[in-house]
Protein backbone atom coordinates (compact mmCIF):
# COMPACT_ATOMS: atom_id res chain seq x y z
CA UNK A 1 0.00 0.00 0.00
CA UNK A 2 1.16 3.18 -0.76
CA UNK A 3 0.22 6.81 0.33
CA UNK A 4 -4.21 7.38 1.09
CA UNK A 5 -5.15 10.74 0.17
CA UNK A 6 -8.33 12.10 -0.59
CA UNK A 7 -8.54 14.36 -3.99
CA UNK A 8 -10.73 15.85 -6.59
CA UNK A 9 -11.98 13.24 -8.94
CA UNK A 10 -11.19 15.94 -11.94
CA UNK A 11 -7.41 15.32 -11.15
CA UNK A 12 -7.62 11.35 -12.21
CA UNK A 13 -7.00 10.18 -15.73
CA UNK A 14 -7.89 7.09 -17.01
CA UNK A 15 -4.69 4.77 -18.09
CA UNK A 16 -4.26 5.36 -21.95
CA UNK A 17 -4.00 1.41 -21.95
CA UNK A 18 -7.02 -0.71 -20.40
CA UNK A 19 -7.75 -4.12 -19.86
CA UNK A 20 -10.98 -3.57 -19.54
CA UNK A 21 -13.67 -1.22 -21.83
CA UNK A 22 -16.45 -0.25 -19.08
CA UNK A 23 -19.74 -0.82 -20.01
CA UNK A 24 -22.22 2.04 -18.96
CA UNK A 25 -25.41 0.21 -19.54
CA UNK A 26 -24.79 -2.91 -17.80
CA UNK A 27 -26.75 -3.76 -15.34
CA UNK A 28 -23.99 -4.27 -12.88
CA UNK A 29 -22.52 -0.95 -13.98
CA UNK A 30 -25.82 1.01 -12.96
CA UNK A 31 -25.60 -1.08 -9.77
CA UNK A 32 -22.39 0.79 -8.93
CA UNK A 33 -23.77 3.98 -9.40
CA UNK A 34 -26.59 3.66 -7.90
CA UNK A 35 -24.73 2.37 -4.82
CA UNK A 36 -22.73 5.23 -4.56
CA UNK A 37 -25.14 7.85 -4.93
CA UNK A 38 -26.85 6.15 -1.74
CA UNK A 39 -23.82 5.16 0.25
CA UNK A 40 -20.97 7.01 -0.82
CA UNK A 41 -17.47 5.91 -2.60
CA UNK A 42 -16.01 3.03 -0.47
CA UNK A 43 -12.31 2.38 -0.80
CA UNK A 44 -9.81 3.72 -2.54
CA UNK A 45 -8.84 3.72 -6.28
CA UNK A 46 -5.16 3.05 -6.70
CA UNK A 47 -3.13 5.69 -8.69
CA UNK A 48 0.21 6.68 -9.31
CA UNK A 49 0.99 10.51 -9.81
CA UNK A 50 2.46 11.22 -13.36
CA UNK A 51 2.92 14.32 -15.29
CA UNK A 52 1.56 15.81 -18.68
CA UNK A 53 4.36 15.59 -21.53
CA UNK A 54 2.78 19.00 -23.03
CA UNK A 55 1.45 21.18 -20.73
CA UNK A 56 3.75 19.82 -17.53
CA UNK A 57 0.30 19.82 -15.37
CA UNK A 58 0.81 17.15 -12.62
CA UNK A 59 -2.33 14.67 -12.38
CA UNK A 60 -2.87 10.96 -11.17
CA UNK A 61 -2.83 8.04 -13.62
CA UNK A 62 -5.62 5.33 -12.56
CA UNK A 63 -3.61 1.99 -12.06
CA UNK A 64 -6.95 0.28 -10.49
CA UNK A 65 -10.75 1.00 -10.44
CA UNK A 66 -11.80 2.02 -13.96
CA UNK A 67 -14.95 0.64 -13.39
CA UNK A 68 -15.69 2.15 -9.99
CA UNK A 69 -13.96 5.62 -11.38
CA UNK A 70 -17.06 6.17 -14.14
CA UNK A 71 -18.93 4.93 -11.84
CA UNK A 72 -18.32 7.65 -9.23
CA UNK A 73 -18.18 9.84 -12.29
CA UNK A 74 -21.63 8.78 -13.20
CA UNK A 75 -22.99 9.21 -9.54
CA UNK A 76 -21.79 13.24 -9.30
CA UNK A 77 -18.80 12.37 -6.81
CA UNK A 78 -16.36 15.42 -6.39
CA UNK A 79 -13.76 13.98 -4.47
CA UNK A 80 -12.27 10.64 -3.96
CA UNK A 81 -9.76 8.58 -1.98
CA UNK A 82 -7.19 6.97 -3.52
CA UNK A 83 -4.06 4.90 -2.94
CA UNK A 84 -0.77 6.74 -4.29
CA UNK A 85 1.60 4.42 -5.17
CA UNK A 86 5.10 4.43 -6.88
CA UNK A 87 5.46 2.62 -9.63
CA UNK A 88 7.28 2.75 -13.29
CA UNK A 89 5.44 2.12 -16.69
CA UNK A 90 6.12 -1.33 -16.48
CA UNK A 91 5.33 -2.40 -12.99
CA UNK A 92 2.22 -0.78 -13.09
CA UNK A 93 1.20 -3.39 -16.38
CA UNK A 94 2.04 -6.30 -14.21
CA UNK A 95 0.41 -4.88 -11.34
CA UNK A 96 -2.65 -4.48 -13.96
CA UNK A 97 -2.30 -7.80 -14.98
CA UNK A 98 -2.30 -9.13 -11.16
CA UNK A 99 -5.51 -7.30 -10.24
CA UNK A 100 -7.33 -8.09 -13.20
CA UNK A 101 -6.00 -11.95 -13.43
CA UNK A 102 -9.55 -13.20 -11.90
CA UNK A 103 -11.98 -11.11 -13.17
CA UNK A 104 -13.89 -12.93 -15.79
CA UNK A 105 -14.80 -9.59 -17.98
CA UNK A 106 -11.21 -9.22 -18.63
CA UNK A 107 -10.88 -9.82 -22.95
CA UNK A 108 -8.37 -12.68 -23.44
CA UNK A 109 -6.47 -11.15 -26.46
CA UNK A 110 -6.35 -7.79 -24.79
CA UNK A 111 -4.95 -9.58 -21.93
CA UNK A 112 -2.45 -10.95 -24.14
CA UNK A 113 -1.45 -8.14 -25.68
CA UNK A 114 -0.59 -6.75 -22.23
CA UNK A 115 1.31 -9.82 -21.15
CA UNK A 116 3.24 -8.61 -25.02
CA UNK A 117 3.74 -5.45 -23.69
CA UNK A 118 5.23 -6.35 -20.53
CA UNK A 119 7.87 -8.57 -21.83
CA UNK A 120 8.59 -5.66 -24.48
CA UNK A 121 9.46 -3.22 -21.78
CA UNK A 122 11.49 -5.66 -19.58
CA UNK A 123 13.40 -7.09 -22.19
CA UNK A 124 15.23 -8.95 -19.38
CA UNK A 125 12.50 -10.85 -18.36
CA UNK A 126 11.57 -14.28 -19.23
CA UNK A 127 8.20 -15.86 -20.26
CA UNK A 128 8.90 -18.45 -17.12
CA UNK A 129 9.49 -14.46 -14.73
CA UNK A 130 6.56 -13.30 -15.85
CA UNK A 131 4.65 -16.89 -15.05
CA UNK A 132 6.39 -16.89 -11.86
CA UNK A 133 5.09 -13.00 -10.83
CA UNK A 134 1.18 -13.71 -12.07
CA UNK A 135 1.36 -17.17 -10.21
CA UNK A 136 0.35 -18.98 -13.72
CA UNK A 137 2.48 -21.63 -15.03
CA UNK A 138 5.04 -20.87 -18.27
CA UNK A 139 2.97 -23.31 -20.61
CA UNK A 140 -0.24 -20.86 -19.77
CA UNK A 141 2.07 -18.09 -20.30
CA UNK A 142 2.96 -19.46 -23.74
CA UNK A 143 -0.47 -20.08 -25.05
CA UNK A 144 -1.49 -16.71 -24.29
CA UNK A 145 0.97 -14.77 -25.87
CA UNK A 146 0.26 -17.54 -28.83
CA UNK A 147 -3.02 -15.43 -29.25
CA UNK A 148 -0.91 -12.38 -30.77
CA UNK A 149 -0.29 -14.53 -32.97
CA UNK A 150 -3.74 -14.01 -34.61
CA UNK A 151 -4.18 -10.81 -36.74
CA UNK A 152 -7.59 -10.77 -37.78
CA UNK A 153 -10.20 -8.14 -35.67
CA UNK A 154 -12.66 -10.96 -36.51
CA UNK A 155 -11.15 -13.62 -34.90
CA UNK A 156 -9.82 -11.78 -31.88
CA UNK A 157 -13.54 -10.28 -31.48
CA UNK A 158 -15.17 -14.01 -31.60
CA UNK A 159 -12.31 -15.15 -29.05
CA UNK A 160 -13.03 -12.10 -26.92
CA UNK A 161 -16.50 -12.54 -27.06
CA UNK A 162 -16.38 -16.48 -25.80
CA UNK A 163 -17.58 -17.41 -29.33
CA UNK A 164 -14.60 -19.36 -29.91
CA UNK A 165 -13.29 -21.46 -27.02
CA UNK A 166 -9.98 -20.69 -25.38
CA UNK A 167 -8.86 -24.13 -26.30
CA UNK A 168 -9.55 -23.84 -29.57
CA UNK A 169 -8.03 -20.17 -29.81
CA UNK A 170 -4.84 -21.57 -28.83
CA UNK A 171 -4.83 -24.20 -32.05
CA UNK A 172 -6.10 -21.49 -34.46
CA UNK A 173 -3.20 -19.31 -33.32
CA UNK A 174 -0.82 -22.04 -34.52
CA UNK A 175 -1.96 -22.51 -37.67
CA UNK A 176 -0.13 -19.92 -40.93
CA UNK A 177 -2.28 -16.12 -40.90
CA UNK A 178 -3.37 -17.01 -44.25
CA UNK A 179 -5.24 -20.78 -43.01
CA UNK A 180 -6.87 -19.32 -39.63
CA UNK A 181 -9.86 -17.60 -41.53
CA UNK A 182 -10.73 -20.90 -42.97
CA UNK A 183 -10.54 -22.08 -39.79
CA UNK A 184 -12.84 -20.15 -37.72
CA UNK A 185 -16.01 -21.60 -38.91
CA UNK A 186 -15.01 -24.62 -36.90
CA UNK A 187 -13.56 -22.81 -34.32
CA UNK A 188 -16.79 -21.94 -33.35
CA UNK A 189 -19.09 -24.95 -33.60
CA UNK A 190 -16.67 -27.90 -33.00
CA UNK A 191 -15.50 -28.96 -29.49
CA UNK A 192 -11.68 -29.23 -28.49
CA UNK A 193 -11.73 -32.70 -28.52
CA UNK A 194 -12.18 -32.53 -32.29
CA UNK A 195 -11.07 -29.11 -33.05
CA UNK A 196 -7.36 -29.07 -31.37
CA UNK A 197 -6.11 -32.25 -32.70
CA UNK A 198 -7.67 -31.22 -36.29
CA UNK A 199 -5.69 -28.10 -36.27
CA UNK A 200 -2.29 -30.05 -35.41
CA UNK A 201 -2.95 -32.76 -37.56
CA UNK A 202 -2.69 -29.73 -39.93
CA UNK A 203 0.21 -27.90 -39.11
CA UNK A 204 2.21 -31.09 -39.52
CA UNK A 205 0.67 -31.38 -42.84
CA UNK A 206 1.78 -27.77 -43.46
CA UNK A 207 5.62 -28.45 -41.94
CA UNK A 208 5.73 -31.68 -43.54
CA UNK A 209 4.76 -30.34 -47.32
CA UNK A 210 7.29 -27.53 -46.46
CA UNK A 211 10.26 -29.62 -46.08
CA UNK A 212 9.46 -31.16 -48.86
CA UNK A 213 9.13 -28.08 -50.56
CA UNK A 214 5.65 -29.09 -51.95
CA UNK A 215 2.42 -26.78 -51.90
CA UNK A 216 0.57 -27.41 -48.96
CA UNK A 217 -2.66 -25.17 -49.58
CA UNK A 218 -4.70 -27.95 -50.79
CA UNK A 219 -5.95 -29.67 -47.36
CA UNK A 220 -6.03 -33.62 -47.34
CA UNK A 221 -9.25 -34.92 -45.24
CA UNK A 222 -7.71 -37.04 -41.96
CA UNK A 223 -10.23 -38.43 -39.50
CA UNK A 224 -10.07 -37.09 -36.44
CA UNK A 225 -9.91 -39.21 -33.26
CA UNK A 226 -12.36 -38.20 -30.94
CA UNK A 227 -14.48 -39.89 -27.81
CA UNK A 228 -17.88 -40.56 -28.37
CA UNK A 229 -20.07 -38.93 -26.16
CA UNK A 230 -20.89 -40.61 -22.53
CA UNK A 231 -24.29 -40.68 -23.40
CA UNK A 232 -24.51 -42.37 -26.86
CA UNK A 233 -22.20 -45.25 -25.64
CA UNK A 234 -24.58 -45.91 -22.24
CA UNK A 235 -27.25 -45.91 -24.87
CA UNK A 236 -25.59 -48.41 -27.34
CA UNK A 237 -24.92 -50.58 -24.19
CA UNK A 238 -28.89 -50.87 -23.98
CA UNK A 239 -29.79 -51.06 -27.52
CA UNK A 240 -26.78 -52.53 -29.44
CA UNK A 241 -28.37 -50.49 -32.59
CA UNK A 242 -24.48 -49.42 -33.54
CA UNK A 243 -23.31 -53.30 -33.43
CA UNK A 244 -26.24 -54.22 -35.82
CA UNK A 245 -25.28 -51.30 -37.95
CA UNK A 246 -21.40 -52.50 -38.09
CA UNK A 247 -22.64 -55.78 -38.81
CA UNK A 248 -20.98 -56.61 -35.99
CA UNK A 249 -21.15 -60.85 -35.42
CA UNK A 250 -18.99 -61.31 -31.82
CA UNK A 251 -21.82 -59.07 -30.07
CA UNK A 252 -20.71 -60.27 -26.70
CA UNK A 253 -17.34 -59.36 -27.45
CA UNK A 254 -18.82 -55.87 -28.31
CA UNK A 255 -20.49 -55.28 -24.86
CA UNK A 256 -17.66 -56.64 -23.45
CA UNK A 257 -15.36 -54.01 -25.18
CA UNK A 258 -18.57 -51.15 -24.49
CA UNK A 259 -18.41 -52.20 -21.04
CA UNK A 260 -14.51 -51.83 -20.53
CA UNK A 261 -14.92 -48.08 -22.13
CA UNK A 262 -17.26 -47.38 -18.99
CA UNK A 263 -15.30 -49.03 -16.52
CA UNK A 264 -18.08 -51.75 -16.35
CA UNK A 265 -16.28 -54.65 -17.27
CA UNK A 266 -16.16 -57.61 -14.42
CA UNK A 267 -12.26 -56.49 -13.06
CA UNK A 268 -13.46 -52.35 -13.56
CA UNK A 269 -16.84 -53.46 -11.38
CA UNK A 270 -14.82 -55.59 -8.83
CA UNK A 271 -11.72 -52.66 -8.52
CA UNK A 272 -15.05 -50.24 -7.78
CA UNK A 273 -16.58 -52.23 -5.54
CA UNK A 274 -13.64 -53.09 -3.19
CA UNK A 275 -12.72 -49.22 -3.16
CA UNK A 276 -16.38 -48.25 -2.21
CA UNK A 277 -16.39 -50.47 0.67
CA UNK A 278 -12.92 -49.49 1.62
CA UNK A 279 -14.45 -46.27 2.14
CA UNK A 280 -17.22 -47.09 3.79
CA UNK A 281 -15.56 -48.97 5.77
CA UNK A 282 -13.49 -46.07 6.52
CA UNK A 283 -16.25 -44.15 7.01
CA UNK A 284 -17.92 -46.26 9.78
CA UNK A 285 -14.64 -46.24 11.52
CA UNK A 286 -14.71 -42.28 11.81
CA UNK A 287 -18.23 -42.77 12.50
CA UNK A 288 -17.14 -44.91 15.82
CA UNK A 289 -14.36 -42.55 16.84
CA UNK A 290 -16.48 -39.53 16.89
CA UNK A 291 -18.55 -41.33 19.00
CA UNK A 292 -16.30 -43.03 21.37
CA UNK A 293 -14.76 -38.97 21.61
CA UNK A 294 -17.78 -37.57 22.49
CA UNK A 295 -19.14 -40.61 24.69
CA UNK A 296 -15.10 -39.56 26.67
CA UNK A 297 -15.92 -35.88 26.42
CA UNK A 298 -19.52 -36.95 27.68
CA UNK A 299 -17.74 -39.04 30.92
CA UNK A 300 -15.08 -36.33 31.38
CA UNK A 301 -17.96 -33.16 31.95
CA UNK A 302 -20.15 -35.60 34.04
CA UNK A 303 -16.75 -36.71 35.74
CA UNK A 304 -15.67 -32.89 36.36
CA UNK A 305 -19.39 -31.63 37.15
CA UNK A 306 -19.16 -34.28 40.23
CA UNK A 307 -15.81 -33.28 41.55
CA UNK A 308 -16.85 -29.91 41.62
CA UNK A 309 -20.24 -30.67 43.49
CA UNK A 310 -17.91 -32.76 45.77
CA UNK A 311 -15.68 -29.85 46.52
CA UNK A 312 -18.60 -27.11 46.88
CA UNK A 313 -20.35 -29.68 49.49
CA UNK A 314 -17.18 -29.90 51.12
CA UNK A 315 -16.38 -26.06 51.26
CA UNK A 316 -20.09 -25.89 52.58
CA UNK A 317 -19.51 -28.33 55.40
CA UNK A 318 -16.20 -26.78 56.21
CA UNK A 319 -17.93 -23.41 56.57
CA UNK A 320 -20.64 -24.77 58.91
CA UNK A 321 -17.70 -25.74 61.34
CA UNK A 322 -15.91 -22.71 60.72
Given at each position: MGQ??????????????????????????????????????????????????????????????????????DAGIDEIQVDIVDLDDAEVLEAQMMLNMHTIETRPVEYSRQLRRILAMNHMMTEAELAAKLGKSSSWIGARLGLNKIESDQITGLINEGKIKLANAYALAKLPTEEQQNWVE????????????????????????????????????????????????????????????????????????????????PKSVEAQEAKFNQQQAEKAQRKKDRAAEAAKKKTEKADKAAAEAKTAQAEAEAAKTS
Open positions: LATVPIGEIRENPVALRAVNREGEGFLGLVDSIKQKGFLGALTVRKNRDGETGTEFYELIDGLHRLSAARRAMTEGPEVFVPACNQRLKEIKAAAKAGKDASAEQFTPTPHMQKLGDVKEELESGKVAKALKVKDTAAWIAAIQWVLHLD
